[in-house]
């Protein structure tokens, strides 16, 4: 028994299996399960989903099955698509699978953009989008990834209160034809107001005489925007229900409607419905949400893996690490369960990555001969994402399959004893333990609406996650302590804090 994890008897069936199997072979869970492949992998949308490398054998799926059925995933994920609250610590729903639902009202975006793509707004070539966290990343991604197929404005993303970043934007435009797009669901985070404030005397100092005139506001907080100066008609509201890191699918992601048009943010939204539709429907094992959440935590609470890596191997997708940070991590970083009692194991993974196949020549050597038991995700888009030949992509993808059956096989000794004339030494520091697990996401072509349906699957699929565990994935009280503190030690307070800090305080502000 396992005193660390919960006492019921799904949870203890769990670690009794993780403790016999920790150490069995995938290859050799193919060999024992005829259909693994079959079994563990999931068809929709455009996407292939293949669990099949991953650590996790028939009978270790089943237990996980039983655990979903205990923690009642199917009512938790009927009452977050009904609108029911899932956050209790904030007495709130999470409404952001609504906002890509046929019921969803986008009229006042979608006139907005289009009055502005149709010039109606004036020569508007530029989009300074303000936001952080959540009102950044998600966009971010969108535009990094599907950008340089519009026709749009160019739009830069500022988040950082660091001035480089203002700074660097408004270096890349001109004031006379530039929009801004303030996103904040509260309209009081530091770093957006602050740089708000920067881009306006940017306007100012360029000749724009009303720089206000020039802003769209996004927020849950509308009376906020007003009271800063901002038309109503300028002002995109969205729901208090829907979180930063879920919202994308709301007004939030306007820079992408105004940058690629208003078809592609409906595919977009197309996308992740036909997601929600699956999450909802589909039993335990095909549901790729699902099942991936579960794997997630056989991987990180029953084999005890502290983090799990993701690489694109498309450059398209270089931003969705940082993406997937905040998702997982601001929702699933958590130490106490939704009833407040503290948990006494590990919850979320820490995620982190990179691209394929850059990371290959940085970070590889650790994920296959260090000492880290680490899942790796990789991602790859069948279809080409520019137009120079086909040997760049065979190769991109070749290295991608490559380095999830490499993990997979390893290098036995013998065989690097072999590659090393004989010499012992040399054939240990060659010798891979393979038995590394991996998943891998095959998309048809990355467009808007593959990508819609992909994030929606990473946002159920984190739900899922904190329902196994049972947490809450909507709240982020975690970030408030240190908010806190800035302000106070910007207030010049040095006699709260602990000598170190206070030190480094006097050396920067005197
Ligand atoms: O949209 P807002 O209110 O400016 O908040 C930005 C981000 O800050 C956080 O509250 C964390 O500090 C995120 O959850 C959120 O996405």
């Known amino acids: 028994m396992d005193s660390r994890l ?29 259909d693994r492949l079959a079994n563990l992998s999931i068809d929709l949308a455009g996407l292939h989903f293949d669990f099949s490398k991953l650590r996790a054998d028939a009978k270790a799926v089943e237990l996980l099955g039983a655990l979903a059925s205990a923690a009642n995933l ?14 209790p610590s904030e007495g709130r729903a999470a409404t952001h699978a609504a906002e890509r639902s046929a019921n969803a009202d986008h009229g006042k975006m979608r006139d907005l953009v289009e009055a ?20 950044a990343l998600g966009p971010a991604l969108l535009l990094d990834a599907l950008g340089r ?17 203002l700074e660097e934007a408004c270096a890349r435009f001109d004031p006379a034809h530039t929009l801004i797009v303030l996103v904040s669901k509260t309209f009081t985070t530091i770093e957006t107001m602050t740089n708000a404030a920067g881009a306006l005397d940017w306007l100012r100092a360029g000749g724009v005489a009303n720089p206000v005139s020039r802003c769209i506001a996004v927020t849950a907080a509308p009376v906020k925007a007003e009271a800063f100066g901002i038309a109503d008609d300028r002002i995109l509201p969205f729901a208090e229900t829907v979180g930063g890191r879920y919202s994308l699918w709301s007004a939030v992601g306007v820079p992408f409607a105004l940058r690629n048009g208003w078809d592609a943010f409906a595919a977009l939204l197309a996308g992740a419905s036909a997601m ?5 429907e589909a039993p335990f094992a095909g549901n790729a949400p699902a099942l991936a959440a579960a794997l997630d935590i056989w991987h990180a609470t029953l084999l005890g893996a502290e983090t799990r890596a993701v690489f694109g191997y498309d450059e398209r997708l270089r931003l969705l690490p ?3 940070q905040q998702l997982e991590m601001e929702s699933n970083g958590k130490r106490v369960t939704r009833d407040g009692a503290p948990v006494g194991y ?16 940085a970070v590889f050597q650790l994920v296959h001969q260090g000492t880290h038991l680490i899942p790796v995700e990789f991602l790859a888009v069948i279809e080409p994402g520019h137009a120079r030949g086909g040997t760049h992509h065979r190769q ?20 690097a004893l072999a590659k090393s004339g004989g010499d012992a030494a040399l054939a240990e520091a060659k010798t891979f333990p393979g038995n590394r697990p991996s998943s891998t996401i095959l998309l048809d072509q990355l467009d808007p609406r593959t990508l819609g349906a992909l994030l929606a699957f990473y946002e159920h699929r984190t739900f899922a996650a904190a329902v196994l565990l049972g947490t809450n994935p909507f709240d982020q009280w975690g970030v408030e302590l240190g908010k806190e503190m800035a302000k106070a030690l910007e207030a010049g307070d040095t006699g709260a804090f602990d000598p170190s800090t206070a030190d480094l305080l006097r050396r920067a502000f005197g």
């Open 6 to 34: 919960p006492q019921t008897p799904e949870w203890q069936a769990l670690a009794a299996h993780a403790a016999e199997t920790r150490n069995t072979h995938i290859l050799s869970m193919f060999d024992a399960e005829q």
């Open 74 to 87: 199917a009512g938790w994920r009927a009452k977050l698509l009904a609108g029911g609250v899932v956050n």
């Open 116 to 135: 502005v793509r149709g010039g109606r707004h004036g020569d508007i070539r530029y989009v300074l989008h303000i936001g952080i966290g959540g009102s």
């Open 149 to 165: 197929k519009g026709d749009g404005p160019e739009v830069a993303v500022v988040a950082n209160i660091d001035g480089v970043a």
């Open 276 to 280: 929600d539709e699956h999450f909802a």
């Open 322 to 324: 940082s993406y997937l």
């Open 346 to 361: 590990p919850t979320g993974a820490i995620t982190w990555g990179g691209v394929g196949t850059d990371a290959q020549h």
């Open 396 to 415: 991109l993808l070749a290295n991608c399959f490559a380095q999830g059956a490499a993990l997979l096989k390893g290098r036995t000794h013998e065989e």
